[in-house]
Protein backbone atom coordinates (compact mmCIF):
# COMPACT_ATOMS: atom_id res chain seq x y z
CA UNK A 1 0.00 0.00 0.00
CA UNK A 2 2.25 2.97 0.94
CA UNK A 3 5.51 0.54 -0.06
CA UNK A 4 5.79 2.79 -3.51
CA UNK A 5 5.95 6.10 -1.16
CA UNK A 6 9.88 7.16 -1.02
CA UNK A 7 11.37 8.05 2.59
CA UNK A 8 12.35 11.81 2.63
CA UNK A 9 15.79 11.78 3.13
CA UNK A 10 17.08 12.58 6.82
CA UNK A 11 19.27 16.00 6.13
CA UNK A 12 16.48 17.35 3.54
CA UNK A 13 14.19 16.68 6.78
CA UNK A 14 16.40 18.37 8.80
CA UNK A 15 16.94 21.58 6.13
CA UNK A 16 13.45 22.10 5.98
CA UNK A 17 12.27 21.77 9.45
CA UNK A 18 9.92 18.68 9.30
CA UNK A 19 8.87 16.63 11.81
CA UNK A 20 11.17 13.72 12.71
CA UNK A 21 8.94 10.67 12.62
CA UNK A 22 7.21 11.10 9.14
CA UNK A 23 9.52 13.56 7.61
CA UNK A 24 6.46 15.16 6.44
CA UNK A 25 4.48 17.21 8.64
CA UNK A 26 5.87 20.57 8.90
CA UNK A 27 7.15 21.53 13.27
CA UNK A 28 6.80 25.06 12.77
CA UNK A 29 3.49 27.11 11.83
CA UNK A 30 5.28 29.23 9.86
CA UNK A 31 7.81 27.85 7.33
CA UNK A 32 9.48 30.75 6.68
CA UNK A 33 11.88 31.79 9.40
CA UNK A 34 12.37 35.08 8.70
CA UNK A 35 8.78 36.38 7.30
CA UNK A 36 8.04 35.91 11.30
CA UNK A 37 8.99 39.47 12.04
CA UNK A 38 7.74 39.06 15.73
CA UNK A 39 10.32 37.20 17.44
CA UNK A 40 7.71 35.74 19.92
CA UNK A 41 6.22 34.11 16.86
CA UNK A 42 9.20 31.77 15.80
CA UNK A 43 7.99 29.05 18.62
CA UNK A 44 4.56 28.94 16.76
CA UNK A 45 4.48 25.10 16.64
CA UNK A 46 1.39 22.83 16.15
CA UNK A 47 0.50 21.01 19.28
CA UNK A 48 1.10 17.23 17.21
CA UNK A 49 2.47 17.01 13.75
CA UNK A 50 -0.34 17.15 10.99
CA UNK A 51 0.71 14.47 9.52
CA UNK A 52 1.59 11.22 11.74
CA UNK A 53 0.11 12.89 15.03
CA UNK A 54 3.42 13.22 16.82
CA UNK A 55 3.66 15.13 19.66
CA UNK A 56 6.68 17.80 19.63
CA UNK A 57 6.52 19.41 23.11
CA UNK A 58 7.25 15.64 24.89
CA UNK A 59 7.24 16.99 28.21
CA UNK A 60 7.01 19.89 30.31
CA UNK A 61 10.40 21.94 29.68
CA UNK A 62 10.98 19.74 27.26
CA UNK A 63 12.76 22.28 25.04
CA UNK A 64 15.26 23.58 27.91
CA UNK A 65 18.12 20.64 26.51
CA UNK A 66 17.88 22.62 23.25
CA UNK A 67 20.55 25.63 24.98
CA UNK A 68 22.90 22.84 24.64
CA UNK A 69 22.46 22.25 20.67
CA UNK A 70 22.00 25.85 19.93
CA UNK A 71 25.50 26.49 21.54
CA UNK A 72 26.75 23.79 19.61
CA UNK A 73 25.54 25.43 16.29
CA UNK A 74 26.60 28.66 17.42
CA UNK A 75 30.54 27.63 17.43
CA UNK A 76 29.76 25.42 14.05
CA UNK A 77 28.57 28.62 12.52
CA UNK A 78 32.02 30.81 14.17
CA UNK A 79 34.02 28.03 12.74
CA UNK A 80 32.56 28.04 9.42
CA UNK A 81 33.02 32.00 9.16
CA UNK A 82 36.67 31.43 10.53
CA UNK A 83 37.53 29.28 7.66
CA UNK A 84 36.06 30.96 5.38
CA UNK A 85 37.35 34.18 6.37
CA UNK A 86 40.77 32.49 6.34
CA UNK A 87 39.94 31.33 2.76
CA UNK A 88 38.40 34.76 1.46
CA UNK A 89 40.35 37.55 3.39
CA UNK A 90 42.63 36.19 5.37
CA UNK A 91 44.17 36.48 8.98
CA UNK A 92 47.30 38.50 9.83
CA UNK A 93 49.19 39.48 13.07
CA UNK A 94 50.21 42.67 11.48
CA UNK A 95 46.72 43.71 11.20
CA UNK A 96 43.34 43.33 12.69
CA UNK A 97 41.41 41.49 10.01
CA UNK A 98 40.87 39.05 13.30
CA UNK A 99 38.65 41.72 14.90
CA UNK A 100 36.56 42.43 11.60
CA UNK A 101 36.13 38.86 11.64
CA UNK A 102 34.95 38.70 15.74
CA UNK A 103 32.63 41.80 15.09
CA UNK A 104 31.13 39.90 11.63
CA UNK A 105 30.56 36.88 13.02
CA UNK A 106 28.77 38.33 16.06
CA UNK A 107 26.52 40.35 13.61
CA UNK A 108 25.88 36.63 11.60
CA UNK A 109 25.63 34.78 14.91
CA UNK A 110 22.83 37.67 15.76
CA UNK A 111 21.05 37.89 12.44
CA UNK A 112 20.85 34.15 12.42
CA UNK A 113 19.38 33.67 15.99
CA UNK A 114 15.67 32.86 15.03
CA UNK A 115 16.72 30.37 12.38
CA UNK A 116 19.45 28.85 14.56
CA UNK A 117 16.64 28.79 17.90
CA UNK A 118 14.33 26.53 15.26
CA UNK A 119 17.08 24.43 14.21
CA UNK A 120 18.33 23.47 17.45
CA UNK A 121 14.59 22.26 18.46
CA UNK A 122 14.72 20.72 15.13
CA UNK A 123 17.92 18.20 16.12
CA UNK A 124 17.00 18.23 19.50
CA UNK A 125 13.77 16.12 18.73
CA UNK A 126 15.49 14.20 16.40
CA UNK A 127 17.37 12.66 19.76
CA UNK A 128 14.17 11.29 21.24
CA UNK A 129 11.97 10.66 18.26
CA UNK A 130 13.34 8.57 15.23
CA UNK A 131 11.94 8.06 11.25
CA UNK A 132 9.18 5.84 11.71
CA UNK A 133 8.24 4.68 7.82
CA UNK A 134 4.89 3.06 9.26
CA UNK A 135 4.07 6.23 11.01
CA UNK A 136 0.13 5.66 9.79
CA UNK A 137 -0.12 2.83 11.59
CA UNK A 138 2.22 2.89 14.24
CA UNK A 139 1.47 4.95 17.56
CA UNK A 140 3.69 7.98 18.17
CA UNK A 141 6.72 8.58 20.46
CA UNK A 142 6.02 9.19 24.17
CA UNK A 143 8.32 9.67 27.22
CA UNK A 144 6.99 8.64 30.16
ZN1 LIG B 1 4.94 13.74 11.65
Same mark, same amino acid.
Given at each position: ?7 ? @? #?? &???? !? ?10 ? %?????? %? ?8 ? /???? !? ?7 ? +??? +? ?9 ? #? ?5 ? @??? !? %? ?8 ? @? ?6 ? &? &????? !? ?19 ? %???? #? +?? /? #? ?9
Amino acid at each position: MSNKKTNP @S #YF &WSIL !TMKCPRCRRGTM %FNDANT %FKTLKLSHIF /NMPV !TCKVCKQKF +DLE +DGFWFGTGYVS #YALAVAV @SVA !T %FIAWIVLIGI @STEDNRIF &W &WLGSN !TVILIISQPWLMRMSRVLYIR %FFVG #Y +DK /N #YEKTKPVELN
